[in-house]
């Protein structure tokens, strides 16, 4: 069996060793994948930059499983897939812890650079997934009020959330995009923020968009930007990925490569749920009993600060401390804004450097740190 894979999918050899010889497990970029490249492939798993359709796969007689180790789904062509009974699956979840962090990586920050009091923002979410619901609950960790939109899950019987209109939520503090691009429907994404919703933003609101580029209109936010509305903008997804609005990055706080997902836990979590997606398509596929071998956990190195003591109750300065200690977004946006024109969109991802999520760190409480809101907000107890 022949396992072609994305080169950015870590621990794929290591997940993967057991079902092929070591030849027969082949990277491959992205971005520039051919049919040519993949005519013998037997499985074939990508990230989101990949298109997989009926032109990357007409020549292929022999695939019978495509996977994506990324939440979103739009770069599949799904139907194409079933009318060809080519099992697919993806990775719902595995990089929301991720991007949740993303998020509150910039919040500490802008709130340290405008001297903004977190506990009295309002926060609204736009989409209330997988993504949407982490950020939620490290929102109801540290005491931030948070509305959430999402209409489809609204109308859904199983979920007993209570939801606000998308009206209700672009009038919070700060505004965080967590919603897949959809072009048709009852709900359409594609240009959500468009030039009307973005003009009627308030000067001194907060933007976030960590989901897809084409949720913002770029060009419109650009004009509000040079007329010198006061939005504050984080932007780590951008219309036209590889290409990206160049003068629109000096009007953001935080600009980014498209990495809000990209901590190391987030992006091998993915290959992990495709591991497991596959050995129960063999198993189904050639009725025997395959058990997992690997897990996640056997791979992973300890982080650099790997453990802290607080001797202190928890506060807004302790919080930005322990962030940062983990993940301080600074570093992504410099990165981005220095490198951007010399190594290309695409390298700055594929040359991402490693990031842990805050679970890597334990943190333990002393007797005058008896808040356990570092571990509600995702850092590790033992």
Not at 76 to 92: C, G, V
Not at 125 to 152: M, Y
Not at 228 to 251: A, N, Q, S
Request: aromatic content about 8%; proline content about 4%.
């Amino acid at each position: 069996m022949k396992i072609f894979f994305d080169e950015n999918m870590p621990y794929a050899k290591e997940f993967f060793s057991d079902f092929c010889k070591a030849d027969d497990l082949v990277p491959f970029s992205g971005r520039d994948l051919t049919a040519q490249q993949v005519i013998d492939a037997d499985v074939l798993l990508v990230r989101s930059i990949t298109q997989v359709n009926k032109t990357l796969l007409k020549n292929n007689e022999n695939i019978h499983f495509v996977g994506t180790a990324t939440i979103g789904m739009d770069h599949i062509d799904q139907t194409y897939l079933a009318k060809r009974n080519i099992a697919f699956h993806s990775a719902p979840g595995c990089n929301a812890i991720s991007v949740a962090e993303y998020v509150i990586s910039s919040l500490v920050i802008l709130a340290e650079r405008y001297l903004l009091d977190l506990s009295k923002l309002s926060v609204g979410i736009v989409g209330g997934g997988n993504t949407g619901t982490r950020l939620s609950e490290k929102l109801t960790a540290l005491n931030i009020q948070h509305k959430i939109c999402d209409p489809l899950l609204e109308q859904s019987e199983h979920d007993t959330r209570s939801f606000s209109t998308l009206d209700e939520v672009l009038n919070c503090d700060v505004i965080s995009l967590h919603v897949p691009k959809i072009v048709d429907g009852e709900y359409p994404t594609y240009h959500l923020l468009d030039e009307e919703r973005l003009s009627n933003l308030k000067e001194n609101q907060i933007l976030i968009s960590a989901c897809r580029g084409e949720v913002i209109d770029n060009q419109a936010l650009l004009t509000l930007k040079r007329q010198g509305h006061g939005l504050k903008v984080v932007l780590d997804v951008w219309e036209g990925e590889p290409e990206v609005l160049k003068p629109l990055i000096e009007y953001t706080e935080i600009a980014t490569a498209h990495i809000a997902g990209y901590s190391l836990e987030g992006k091998a979590r993915g290959t992990e749920m495709l591991y497991q997606a596959l050995c129960d398509h063999i198993e189904k596929r050639q009725n025997i009993k395959i058990e997992p071998k690997c897990r996640l956990v056997n791979f992973l190195p300890p982080a650099n600060i790997s453990s802290i003591k607080l001797n202190q109750e928890f506060n807004e300065v302790l919080l930005n401390q322990l962030v940062k200690m983990v993940y301080d977004v600074r570093r992504d946006d410099a990165i981005f804004r220095q490198q951007l024109s010399s190594q290309g969109f695409d390298s700055l991802r594929k040359n991402y450097p490693v990031r842990r999520e805050f679970s890597a760190m334990q943190v333990t409480l002393t007797p005058n740190a008896s808040s356990d809101v570092p571990h509600r907000l995702g850092f590790n107890k033992t």
